[in-house]
C-alpha cells in the first residue's frame, strides 16, 4: 500500500471517529430534527414523481386496456387510401400465431349524430359521435369496456338495434361536459342514429360504459355485425385492427413483423396513435424533473444551513483540532459523513414513510382524476434518483460550510475574533 | 545543550486600518529540556509570541528554526504536521472537545499521528495517570472542574512526545491550588523527562518554577535572565 493511500485510511478512520461521536454525543432532538426534515425532503421528491408517474401510468392503462390495445393496424395510406382493410381473416389469424400476441378484433369505425327525445314531448337533444362496431365475443379479449358497464348489460351475440353508450354521451353519469351530453338517458330507452353515409336508425340503449376516460367516454359501441350493415361491406374487411400483446413495451418487435405481414398497412404503436400518451409522459417527465430539481435544491440547502450552524457552533471546536494537528481534510470529512448519516437515515425513514404509510394509503383512498383513480406509480429508479440526488446534496452541503469553517484561521476560530 | 527554538528578528504586524506591531522585532533561542517563561503585561505581545512560536500565526518577518527547520517558510499543511508530531500545545481555557471522553481527547493526536486509536489507549489513560486523572478517563469535559480539564489538555499536549511543549497562560483560569498542581507538573516534566516547555504567564510567582525568563514589553524583549 503506497503511503498516500495509508494517509488517507488514517485520515478517513479519524474523519469516521469524530463524526460518530459528535452524532452519538451531540443533542438527540437535533439530530432526530434533522433526520425528519431529510426524510421529508426525501418523501418530497419520490412523491411527487410518483404522483405523475400514477397519472401517466393510467393514461396508458385506459388507452391500452379501453381504447386501442397495444398496437392499430389501419388501412392502407399509401399509395392510394383506403377506407378498410381487406382480407382481415387472414390477417389476424397470422397475427395471432405469432408468440405473445394475446387476441386481435376488428373495428368498424362510423361517426354518427345520436338524438334523444327525454320527455317524449318532440324537443330533442342531439350530438355527433363516434360509433363503434365491435364483436360482442372477441372484444372483451383485447379491450376492457364490457367490464365497465355501469348501467344495464354489454352487447350481446350477433344481434342488431342495441347500442351501448359512453357515459359522456348518455349523461347524468358525471361528464366533464354535461352540457354536450344527451341529457340523461336511461337503459331501455331508444335513440336515434343518423349515420354519415346517410343511413338513419333506431336502437335500444343496453348499457351505459364508464372507464372515467373521456376519451372513451364518449364513444358507442355497436354489434360488428350492424356496423357492417350500415358500412355495407363484406365480412373480410374492417376499419381498424386491434392487436393485444402479453407485454407492454415488446410492441416494437411485433409491429416490424405484422409490417412485413402487410407492407401496405399502417402500423402504430399505442403511443404513436393517441398523441395524448406521448406527449402527457413527456410533459409529465418535464414537470417531474423540474420538480425534483426544486426539491433537491430544498433539500440541500436544508442540509446546508443545518450543517452551517452546526459548524459555525463548532468552529472553537474546528479551530482546536487544527490546533492540535488535525488535518483539514479529516474535519471536512467528518462533517461531509456526519450530512451523509443525515441523509441515509432520512433516506431510511422517508422509505419507510412512503412504502408503508403513503402508498397503501393512496392504494386505499386513490385521487379522483378525468383519467381514472390515480394511486402513487413508484418507479425504482426514480427512488435511486432520489437516494443518489440526496446523497450528492448532503455531500456537497456538508462539505461547503465544512470547508470553510475548516479553512478558517485557527485564533479567529478558537477565540471568535 | 542544543538549540530547540531560535528566533531570528521576529514580527508580527496585524493588518488594518490602523496596523498593529504586536512584535517589533523579537531575537532570542530556547535550548533542549529548558523550561522557559515569556512574561509580560497583558497586550505587551507575550501570546502572539507564543501563537508564532506553536505555528498557529504566521509572523510577518523574521526567521522561527526548530530543530534547526524554518518553520514560518512551512505550508500550511506541513505546519499542521509538524505541530502533530513535534510540538504540544496547551491553551489558557482547556480547549477540549466537548463531545470526547478525557481519554478520548487524549488520544486524539496519538490517533491523528498514527491511525490507530485502540491501540493508543493505553497511552492515553497512561498519559492521564501522569496528570493524576486516571479515575475520571471516561468523564466527558463537562464533568470535569477547570483544573482536571486543564490536566487533560496537557496529557493531550504530551501523547505524541512533543519535543517542545508550550503553554499559553495555563493557569490564569484555575485557583491556586490547581495553578500550582499544573506549575509542578511542568517542572516534573522538565525535570523528570526533559521536556522542553514554554509558558507564557504573567503571574511573577511562577518564575521560580522555571529556569529562565523573557520579559516582553510593547513587542520588544525588555529583559531576559541567565539561562
Not at chain 1, 490546533?323 to 456526519?338: C, D, F, M, R, V
Not at chain 1, 441523509?343 to 414513510?353: V, Y
Not at chain 2, 517563561?37 to 501570546?47: E, Q, R, V
Amino acid at each position: 500500500m503506497t503511503i498516500g493511500k495509508i494517509c488517507m485510511i488514517k485520515d478517513l478512520k479519524l474523519a469516521l471517529f469524530l463524526g460518530y461521536k459528535s452524532i452519538i454525543n451531540g443533542h438527540k432532538s437535533t439530530i432526530a430534527l434533522m433526520i425528519f426534515i431529510l426524510s421529508l425532503a426525501f418523501v418530497n421528491l419520490v412523491f411527487v414523481a410518483s404522483i405523475l408517474n400514477g397519472i401517466t401510468t393510467t393514461i396508458n392503462k385506459q388507452i391500452i386496456n379501453n381504447s386501442v390495445a397495444h398496437i392499430v393496424i389501419d388501412p392502407q395510406e399509401e399509395p392510394t387510401r383506403n377506407k378498410y382493410i381487406v382480407h382481415t381473416k387472414e390477417l389476424r389469424q397470422q397475427i395471432e400465431s405469432l408468440p405473445g400476441v394475446v387476441a386481435t378484433v376488428a373495428h368498424y369505425k362510423m361517426v354518427a349524430t345520436l338524438t334523444y327525445d327525454k320527455n317524449k314531448d318532440g324537443e330533442f337533444k342531439y350530438g355527433t359521435w363516434e360509433i363503434i362496431g365491435v364483436d360482442p365475443e372477441k372484444e372483451p379479449l383485447v379491450t376492457g369496456i364490457s367490464n365497465h358497464i355501469i348501467a344495464g348489460r354489454y352487447l350481446e351475440g350477433r344481434g342488431s338495434g342495441d347500442i351501448i353508450l359512453g357515459s359522456d354521451i348518455a349523461g347524468d353519469y358525471g361528464a366533464m361536459e354535461e352540457f354536450r351530453s344527451l341529457g340523461g338517458v336511461k337503459v331501455g330507452e331508444k335513440v336515434k342514429l343518423n349515420f354519415g353515409n346517410g343511413t338513419a336508425r333506431k336502437y335500444t340503449v343496453q348499457g351505459i360504459s364508464k372507464v372515467r376516460f373521456a376519451l372513451i367516454d364518449n364513444i358507442a359501441y355497436i354489434t360488428a355485425k350492424e356496423a357492417k350493415t350500415i358500412l355495407q361491406i363484406p365480412d373480410d374487411r374492417a376499419s381498424q385492427i386491434l392487436v393485444k400483446i402479453d407485454k407492454t413495451g415488446n410492441e416494437d418487435w411485433y409491429i416490424e413483423k405484422i409490417k412485413e405481414m402487410a407492407p401496405n398497412l399502417k402500423v402504430r404503436k399505442w403511443t404513436e396513435y393517441t398523441s395524448v400518451a406521448g406527449d402527457l409522459t413527456k410533459s409529465f417527465d418535464l414537470i417531474s424533473a423540474i420538480i425534483s430539481l426544486i426539491g433537491l435544491s430544498v433539500a440541500a440547502v436544508t442540509i446546508f444551513i443545518l450543517i452551517y450552524v452546526n459548524a459555525i457552533n463548532k468552529r472553537r471546536q474546528i479551530g482546536i483540532l487544527k490546533a492540535i494537528g488535525i488535518k483539514e481534510n479529516t474535519i471536512i470529512i467528518s462533517y461531509i459523513l456526519q450530512a451523509l448519516f443525515y441523509a441515509i437515515f432520512g433516506i431510511i425513514l422517508g422509505l419507510i414513510i412512503i412504502f408503508y404509510f403513503v402508498e397503501p394509503y393512496f392504494i386505499n383512498h386513490p385521487l379522483s382524476f378525468p383519467v381514472g383513480d390515480i394511486t402513487l406509480t413508484i418507479k425504482g429508479f426514480q427512488v435511486l434518483q432520489g437516494v443518489f440526488g440526496l446523497l450528492l446534496a448532503a455531500f456537497i452541503a456538508g462539505l461547503i460550510p465544512a470547508w470553510r469553517a475548516a479553512k478558517e484561521n485557527i485564533l479567529k476560530a478558537i477565540w471568535g475574533a | 545543550m542544543s538549540i530547540d527554538i531560535e528566533v531570528k528578528n521576529l514580527k508580527k504586524t496585524y493588518p488594518g486600518r490602523v496596523p498593529t506591531h504586536a512584535l517589533k522585532g523579537v531575537t532570542f533561542d530556547i535550548k533542549e529540556a529548558e523550561y522557559g517563561a515569556i512574561m509580560g503585561k497583558s497586550g505587551s505581545g507575550k501570546s502572539t509570541l507564543l501563537h508564532q512560536l506553536g505555528l498557529l500565526d504566521t509572523p510577518t518577518e523574521g526567521a522561527l528554526l526548530i530543530n534547526d527547520i524554518e518553520v514560518s517558510k512551512l505550508k500550511d499543511h506541513e505546519k499542521t504536521l509538524f505541530r502533530l508530531q513535534r510540538l504540544g500545545y496547551v491553551f489558557q481555557e482547556y480547549a477540549l472537545i466537548l463531545e470526547l471522553t478525557a481519554v478520548e481527547n487524549v488520544l486524539l493526536p496519538a490517533f491523528a499521528l498514527n491511525g490507530s486509536q485502540r491501540s493508543y489507549k493505553e497511552r492515553a489513560i497512561e498519559m492521564l495517570d501522569k496528570v493524576g486523572l486516571k479515575e475520571r478517563a471516561d468523564h466527558r469535559p463537562c464533568e470535569l472542574s477547570g483544573g482536571e480539564q486543564q490536566r487533560v489538555a496537557i496529557a493531550r499536549a504530551l501523547i505524541n512526545n512533543p519535543k517542545i511543549l508550550f503553554a499559553d497562560e495555563p493557569m490564569a483560569n484555575l485557583d491556586t491550588s490547581s495553578s500550582k498542581q499544573i506549575l509542578e507538573l511542568f517542572q516534573k516534566l522538565n525535570k523528570e523527562l526533559g521536556q522542553t516547555i514554554v509558558m507564557v504567564t504573567h503571574e511573577p510567582d511562577d518564575q521560580k518554577y522555571v529556569d529562565r525568563v523573557i520579559w516582553i514589553k510593547d513587542g520588544l524583549i525588555e529583559k531576559r535572565s541567565a539561562s
